[in-house]
C-alpha cells in the first residue's frame, strides 16, 4: 500500500507544460534569492516582444554563452523568441562587463547590476560569472506564461553573502545517468549555488572509474540486490548498477563550469569502503569475502589501517581522482569508520606499535591511526596542490591549515574547527539535511529515512552562530551547505521532490543578508517559482512548512 502512495504521489509530482498566452505579463524582481537592493518605478514599464534583440560582446566566450542560454530561458518560460545580435545599437538586452569596475572593485565577483528603463535591459558586472547571476535574476523575474512581457522599470544591485553556497548529492547509494546529474545543476544555477558536493563512492556502490583499477568500477559499482524498506530483512532480488566513466565525469565537470559551479568529488575512506573491499578483499582486515553491501546503514568492515597496499590504493584512487577533477577541495569524508576490525586485527595493531601511538585520554589509538591516515591523505593531495575537506570527525586527529572541515554532527564541529582557523562548510543534520521529511505527514510521502527538516528549519538557519563566535572567527565560515543522501530515493522524480522547494530556502540562507530574511515573505515569493518549475517539467513538493 506504501508502494502504490509513493507511485501515485510521483505521478501526480510529473508535470506538463502550461499553455502559451497572447496576453502581456508582468515581471516580478522579488525572486529567490531576493536580490540585496531593488528600486523600482512601478509607473513606467518596458515591454518585451518577439524579435527583439540580446546584445552583448561576442569576443568574451563566456558572455556569448551567457547570451545563448539567455535567449533559450526567454523562449522556453515565455515563448518570446529573441535574436541574438552583439553589435546592435538598439537592443532589449545588454550583457556588458563594466571595465570601470573590473579589477578593482571589492565586491563578490558574483554581484552585478540590473536595470531596466526606457532603452531596455542593462546587465552589468565586472566579471562574466556576475552576468550570468544578473541573467538568472532576469529569467526568474518573467512570468512563466507565454506573450508579451512589460518590466517596470527597476535598479538591482545585488551580491552574495557567503562564498561557498553548497549542495551535495550522493550518486553511490542510487545512481543517476548523467542527464540527471546535469538537470540538478541547472536548478543549483538557477538559485545561485556555485558548490556541488558529489559524493560517488560508498559500501552500497562504487561509482568512479579508477583507469588503473578497472575492475573498481565494472565489478564495485553492482550489488546483487537491494533491501526493501528500512533494513527489514526483504530484498528486491534485482541487480544494481551504474558508474560515471572519467569521460562522463569531465562532461559533468564542464557543464558544471559553464554554469559557474565547483564540482567537488567525495571518495569517503577509511570507512564506508565495502563494494571497494569486494573487489580488493586484501585491503580488509578480516580478507572477506565482502558482497557490495545491500543494506543500508554503516559497514564494520573498513580499510585495513595497518595494511601498507591500502595507501597505495588509495593514493593511486586519489591521484586519478585529481586529474579528472580541478576542484581545488577534495572530499575524503573520514567520517562513521568503526574500528572492531582494527582493535582485533593483527596488521592494524602493529601499526599503531610501530607509530608508537599513545593514549591521550581523549581518543583511541584505533582512532589515532586513523589520523595517521587522513594525515598521509592530506600530504598526497597537497603534493598535488590540492585541499582536503572532510566530515567534522576529522578534526579529532588535527589537521593542518590549509584543510576544510564540513560540521554535520550539528554546529559543534564547525564551530570548534573555526576556532581552530580551520575553514568550514555548516552543513548540520538539523538544518541540513534535505533527505529527511520536510512534511510532518510522512504516510502521503515517498519512502524516507526518517526525521523531520521542514523549509521554515532550513531557511531559519544561520551559519554564523552568534554567540558563539567571534567575529574573527565567523571569518572561518565559508558558507552553509545541504545534503541529499539517496538511500530511500532511486527515482529522479523522488530526488527533485526532496530538493524542492528547500533548495529555495537554503539559497537565501546562502545568498541574503540576514535582515532580508523573512518567511512569510518568502512564502508569498514561492509561487511564482513553482510556476518555473511547472514550466520545466520538474517535481516539487507543492506544501511547505
Known sequence: MRKLLSVILWSALMIV????????????????????????????????????????????????????????????????????????????????????????????????????????????????????????????????????????????ADEPRFSYRGVHLDCARHYFPVAVVKQYLDLLALHGCNQLHWHITDDQGWRFEVKALPDLAAKGSIRQQTVIGRNTGLYDGQPYGGYYTQDECREIVRYAAERYINVIPEIDLPGHMQAALHVYPNLGCTGGPYPVWQVWGVSEDVLCGGNPDVLTFIKTVLGELCDVFPSQLIHIGGDECPKVRWKNCPKCQAKIRELQLKDD????????????????????????????????????????????????????????????????????????????????????????IGGYVPASKVYSFEPLVPGKLTEEEQQYILGPQVNLWTEYIAAPEHLFFMLLPRLDAISEVQWCQPGQKDFDDFKRRLPRMMRLYDRLAVSYCRKVE
Not at 558572455?63 to 530561458?73: E, F, S, V
Not at 589520523?371 to 585541499?387: D, P
Not at 570527525?393 to 564541529?413: D, K, Q
Not at 582557523?421 to 529527511?436: F, L, N, S
Request: hydrophobic share 35%; with cysteine; glycine share 8%.
Open 361 to 448: 585520554g581523549k581518543h583511541s589509538l584505533e582512532n589515532q591511526l586513523q589520523s595517521y591516515i587522513n594525515h598521509e591523505v592530506e600530504k598526497f593531495l597537497t603534493s598535488r596542490g590540492r585541499n582536503l575537506i572532510g566530515w567534522d570527525e576529522t578534526l579529532e586527529g588535527g589537521l593542518t591549515e590549509g584543510a576544510v572541515v564540513m560540521s554535520w554532527r550539528g554546529v559543534n564541529g564547525g564551530i570548534e574547527a573555526a576556532r581552530q582557523h580551520h575553514r568550514v562548510i555548516m552543513a548540520p543534520t538539523d538544518y541540513c539535511y534535505i533527505d529527511y521529511y520536510q512534511l510532518k505527514d510522512t504516510w502521503n510521502q515517498p519512502l524516507g
Open 17 to 156: 507544460s502550461m499553455p502559451l498566452s497572447t496576453k502581456a505579463g508582468r515581471a516580478d524582481y522579488r525572486v529567490i534569492p531576493l536580490p540585496k537592493s531593488i528600486q523600482t518605478d512601478t509607473t513606467k514599464v518596458f515591454t518585451l516582444q518577439p524579435g527583439m534583440t540580446i546584445a552583448y560582446d561576442a569576443s568574451n566566450p563566456e558572455i556569448a554563452r551567457t547570451a545563448q542560454m539567455l535567449c533559450q530561458w526567454v523562449e522556453q518560460q515565455t515563448g518570446l523568441r529573441l535574436q541574438l545580435a552583439p553589435s546592435a545599437k538598439k537592443t532589449a538586452v545588454r550583457l556588458a562587463v563594466s571595465t570601470a569596475k573590473k579589477g578593482v572593485s571589492t565586491s563578490p565577483a558574483d554581484s552585478y547590476s540590473l536595470t531596466v528603463g526606457k532603452a531596455g535591459i542593462t546587465i552589468t558586472a565586472a566579471e562574466p560569472i556576475g552576468i550570468f547571476r544578473g541573467v538568472q535574476t532576469l529569467r526568474k523575474s518573467l512570468p512563466s506564461a507565454g506573450g508579451p512581457v512589460e518590466l517596470p522599470f527597476v535598479t538591482i
